[in-house]
């Protein structure tokens, strides 16, 4: 009688192979914050102006409730 033997599939190693080799061999560009002209929180004028209107209202629930206790 002939054993049966079961088959061992390779795709699965090859598949990680082939990922790894093109990972390990590409050019890859670490990621620049400077893009698409973004500006700096503490230099924009709009993110100012919303912060101070934002810390006006919350100074006047605090005023309201006191500032002993936290406003709901």
């Not at 049966?4 to 192979?17: D, M, T, W, Y």
């Not at 990922?19 to 050019?27: E, I, K, R, W």
């Amino acid at each position: 009688m002939a054993q049966k033997q079961e088959g061992v599939s390779l795709a699965p190693a090859f598949a990680a192979a082939a990922l790894a080799l093109t990972v390990g061999f590409s050019d890859v560009q670490p990621a620049a914050a400077d893009v698409a002209g973004l500006t700096p929180c503490s230099q924009s004028k709009a993110y100012n102006k919303l912060e101070r209107k934002e810390l006006k209202t919350i100074d006047k629930r605090l005023k309201k409730v006191g500032g002993e206790s936290l406003p709901r």
